[in-house]
């Protein structure tokens, strides 16, 4: 059988002989007088296996026990490592939306300012502290099919709202006025919109509300008083026991 040297022109990409030599994945078969490190096609197959392992993201250690146990031993590793990956690439993707989020926060403010940056991380994080993953993905998929005129348009419909139950209640109106209930029956409109009536979404969202107070929560465009007041109005509904 043939020994040759393993070259920069002779070996697959991926780690060379010294790397392994040191892990102890190859070890050269002899040495020429001029102390050549020679190996056979065994040793050479063996480095193409290690390359082809090392492909797909097995670390030495990893491609040393895989060798030495065998093909079942590599079925477990490598779902293993499937594993490891998707959870890499769920955090990713978590980042992702969390930036394009921060983004689109900075955007529409007139003249971004680090403050507003770390406002808008904050409140990132709050949202994620509360929200599963699959729920900020329907978020962000709601998001995108309202595009931009559409949140401003229920943006506006909020700012609005907000204003109008708050003049009822500094006013002292019964929250089981018609007008009221008129009001909660918008009120718990929009909260469906934004949930899009999965129940999951909106425990979570009243989970935040609760947790973290209605003023950081809302991000200070309502208060305890006013949340309270808006409470009684939905607890007057008819059909509310």
Do not use: N
């Amino acid at each position: 059988m043939e020994d040759r040297r393993v070259g920069e022109g002779h070996r697959p990409d991926g780690p060379g002989p010294a790397p392994l030599r040191r892990a102890r994945l190859l070890e050269p078969s002899e040495r020429t007088g001029a102390g050549h490190r020679l190996y056979r096609e065994a040793e050479v197959g063996r480095l193409y296996r290690i390359v082809a392992l090392r492909r797909l993201g097995l670390g030495l250690d990893e491609i040393g026990s895989v060798l030495g146990e065998g093909p079942s031993d590599l079925s477990a590793l490598v779902r293993e490592h499937v594993g490891r990956l998707k959870h890499e690439v769920d955090q990713r993707e978590g980042l992702r939306r969390r930036l394009l989020r921060i983004l689109d926060a900075l955007e529409h403010a007139s003249e971004p300012s680090v403050d507003q940056l770390i406002e808008a991380m904050e409140a990132m994080t709050m949202i994620e502290k509360h929200y599963t993953p699959d729920q900020l993905s329907q978020l962000e998929a709601r998001r995108r099919d309202l595009g931009e005129e559409g949140m401003q348009r229920a943006q506006e419909d909020w700012t609005e709202l907000i204003a109008v139950v708050e003049v009822k209640r500094e006013r002292g109106t019964d929250p089981a006025d018609p007008r009221v209930q008129e009001l909660a029956a918008r009120w718990q409109a929009l909260v469906e919109a934004f949930t899009g009536g999965d129940p999951g979404i909106e425990r979570s969202l009243h989970s935040m509300y609760e947790q973290e107070g209605v003023q950081a929560a809302s991000r200070g465009a309502l208060d305890e008083e006013l949340m309270a007041y808006v409470g009684r109005a939905m607890e007057a509904r008819p059909g509310r026991a």
